[in-house]
């Protein structure tokens, strides 16, 4: 196994970069930043309509997370995949399909986070900002969602956990990801596949492990910090 | 946009037996993996309430290790690693069942298993002391008050977190087309690559995955609202 890391380890932290595309452990990583950057803005409108007291704006929000926990990832992205090409006319290539159906798919998961921590709140916060004579969109924006996004950290701090897992799929539609670089490195030895893949998943488990660790990190300075919680 | 739609085409062919085929496969799936991970789960849960170190550690290391790696990287470690390593005889009988079905199923229940056995055990946590000092005091051994006090009590606090992870399973079987298994998503896309009626297939694969979705959310809904109703009455 240590001869199969020492031999190609380049390609699993980097794919073909330079003379090609960035791929491996740097792309998994990569992909999973960039999708739930992008999902974060979604998943504060998807949650603002999943409170909100106007059905058109709560029936939508309410559909789109409901169809999202009802469909596996890999559906999403044959959809995206599809759809994406149609709507913007031209064709798309994996990493941008695996980026956009991560973000919607993420976007919906987030949304449910953050309604949470809204929902944690103390009803008096929003009670008091509408009595100094804000409005509610300006309570909302400068009262509820900063404790409220403050108070979720940890758990979006998991659900990147979850988003590096779920950039393996992009194997599946050959991004060039480190599931994609281990499986390229099993076809190319093609005698050792229990040692590759072994090997594939300690890097996964020593990488989510060290994520794990920031996640209770920061748990643990939050506990100290200022965490505001209905009373 | 440019698009002709025409579900009529997904009717030739023997696409409806194949369509029929993989809901059945992942059906199957899903419940061969569901009974290993609730079975296996379980009893990782009560032996971790043993508190005997030792094994503590070891399975801390295997809801770790399961709980780290995403569920694809188990299929594949399963189907292209274990199964090579396999010696001849079992090969032989997991080959008749279907080498991709067999291997998928183990990974999905073994992956499950974790979760289900740390939902089981905040669960068995959450029961107040006082449950399993009443049941060994009235002579039950410790096994047999777990098996008929803190167990039943532990399962309908979790219902709502062994929801999800059974809705989680579900959608989960999915993944088992990376292999080549024609499960349900497997067999959309053979569809697809056939006739090229991308839409029309997706659409019917989406709608039966969401149909049975919501079946599980809302028999997880009604289990928990009984079950709460029970309690209360008592």
Same mark, same amino acid.
């Given at each position: 196994?240590?001869?199969?890391?020492?031999?190609?380890?380049?390609?699993?932290?980097?794919?073909?970069?330079?003379?090609?595309?960035?791929?491996?452990?740097?792309?998994?990583?990569?992909?999973?930043?960039?999708?739930?950057?992008?999902?974060?803005?979604?998943?504060?409108?998807?949650?603002?309509?999943?409170?909100?007291?106007?059905?058109?704006?709560?029936?939508?929000?309410?559909?789109?997370?409901?169809?999202?926990?009802?469909?596996?990832?890999?559906?999403?992205?044959?959809?995206?995949?599809?759809?994406?090409?149609?709507?913007?006319?031209?064709?798309?290539?994996?990493?941008?399909?695996?980026?956009?159906?991560?973000?919607?798919?993420?976007?919906?998961?987030?949304?449910?986070?953050?309604?949470?921590?809204?929902?944690?709140?103390?009803?008096?916060?929003?009670?008091?900002?509408?009595?100094?004579?804000?409005?509610?969109?300006?309570?909302?924006?400068?009262?509820?969602?900063?404790?409220?996004?403050?108070?979720?950290?940890?758990?979006?701090?998991?659900?990147?956990?979850?988003?590096?897992?779920?950039?393996?799929?992009?194997?599946?539609?050959?991004?060039?990801?480190?599931?994609?670089?281990?499986?390229?490195?099993?076809?190319?030895?093609?005698?050792?596949?229990?040692?590759?893949?072994?090997?594939?998943?300690?890097?996964?488990?020593?990488?989510?492990?060290?994520?794990?660790?920031?996640?209770?990190?920061?748990?643990?300075?939050?506990?100290?910090?200022?965490?505001?919680?209905?009373? | 946009?440019?698009?002709?739609?025409?579900?009529?085409?997904?009717?030739?062919?023997?696409?409806?037996?194949?369509?029929?085929?993989?809901?059945?496969?992942?059906?199957?799936?899903?419940?061969?993996?569901?009974?290993?991970?609730?079975?296996?789960?379980?009893?990782?849960?009560?032996?971790?309430?043993?508190?005997?170190?030792?094994?503590?550690?070891?399975?801390?290391?295997?809801?770790?290790?399961?709980?780290?790696?995403?569920?694809?990287?188990?299929?594949?470690?399963?189907?292209?690693?274990?199964?090579?390593?396999?010696?001849?005889?079992?090969?032989?009988?997991?080959?008749?069942?279907?080498?991709?079905?067999?291997?998928?199923?183990?990974?999905?229940?073994?992956?499950?298993?974790?979760?289900?056995?740390?939902?089981?055990?905040?669960?068995?946590?959450?029961?107040?002391?006082?449950?399993?000092?009443?049941?060994?005091?009235?002579?039950?051994?410790?096994?047999?008050?777990?098996?008929?006090?803190?167990?039943?009590?532990?399962?309908?606090?979790?219902?709502?977190? $062994?929801?999800?992870?059974? %809705? &989680?399973? /579900?959608?989960?079987?999915? =993944?088992?087309?990376?292999?080549?298994?024609?499960?349900? #998503?497997?067999?959309?896309?053979?569809?697809?690559?056939?006739?090229?009626?991308?839409?029309?297939?997706?659409?019917?694969?989406?709608?039966?995955? $969401?149909?049975?979705?919501? %079946? &599980?959310? /809302?028999?997880?809904?009604? =289990?928990?609202?009984?079950?709460?109703?029970?309690?209360? #009455?008592?």
């Amino acid at each position: 196994m240590w001869e199969i890391l020492s031999d190609n380890w380049l390609l699993l932290l980097v794919g073909q970069w330079p003379h090609g595309p960035v791929g491996g452990l740097v792309a998994t990583v990569g992909l999973a930043i960039v999708s739930l950057l992008l999902a974060f803005p979604l998943g504060i409108m998807l949650a603002l309509g999943r409170i909100s007291a106007h059905k058109i704006f709560f029936w939508p929000a309410t559909a789109v997370v409901y169809v999202v926990r009802g469909l596996p990832l890999i559906m999403f992205i044959f959809w995206v995949y599809f759809f994406l090409p149609l709507l913007i006319g031209n064709s798309v290539s994996g990493v941008v399909t695996m980026v956009a159906a991560l973000a919607l798919y993420e976007g919906a998961y987030l949304a449910e986070i953050i309604r949470s921590g809204i929902e944690a709140l103390p009803r008096g916060q929003m009670e008091a900002g509408r009595s100094l004579g804000l409005s509610h969109m300006r309570t909302m924006r400068k009262i509820i969602l900063p404790q409220a996004l403050y108070n979720t950290i940890p758990s979006m701090l998991s659900q990147f956990i979850s988003t590096v897992k779920e950039t393996s799929l992009g194997y599946v539609i050959s991004v060039h990801e480190l599931t994609f670089a281990a499986a390229q490195i099993n076809n190319m030895l093609l005698t050792k596949p229990f040692q590759v893949f072994a090997l594939l998943a300690l890097t996964y488990f020593t990488l989510n492990l060290i994520l794990t660790g920031v996640v209770k990190l920061v748990e643990k300075h939050m506990g100290s910090g200022q965490a505001v919680t209905a009373a | 946009m440019k698009y002709t739609f025409d579900f009529g085409a997904l009717l030739g062919q023997g696409y409806p037996a194949l369509i029929w085929g993989g809901l059945m496969t992942t059906l199957e799936m899903t419940l061969f993996a569901w009974l290993l991970a609730f079975v296996l789960g379980s009893v990782l849960a009560v032996l971790r309430m043993l508190n005997i170190r030792a094994l503590n550690y070891v399975i801390a290391v295997y809801v770790a290790f399961h709980r780290n790696v995403p569920m694809l990287v188990h299929i594949l470690l399963w189907y292209f690693g274990v199964g090579a390593i396999m010696p001849l005889f079992i090969e032989d009988v997991v080959n008749q069942i279907g080498g991709e079905f067999v291997y998928s199923t183990i990974a999905i229940g073994l992956v499950t298993a974790a979760y289900v056995s740390e939902d089981l055990r905040s669960a068995i946590r959450s029961i107040p002391r006082g449950q399993m000092e009443a049941s060994r005091s009235l002579g039950l051994s410790y096994l047999q008050s777990m098996r008929k006090v803190i167990l039943p009590q532990a399962f309908k606090i979790s219902i709502p977190p $062994l929801t999800n992870q059974t %809705l &989680l399973l /579900f959608k989960n079987t999915s =993944l088992a087309m990376a292999i080549g298994l024609i499960e349900l #998503t497997g067999a959309g896309r053979e569809i697809e690559s056939a006739t090229f009626k991308t839409f029309e297939i997706y659409t019917v694969v989406t709608v039966l995955y $969401l149909a049975i979705s919501l %079946l &599980l959310m /809302f028999v997880g809904a009604y =289990l928990s609202k009984r079950v709460a109703y029970v309690t209360k #009455t008592r």
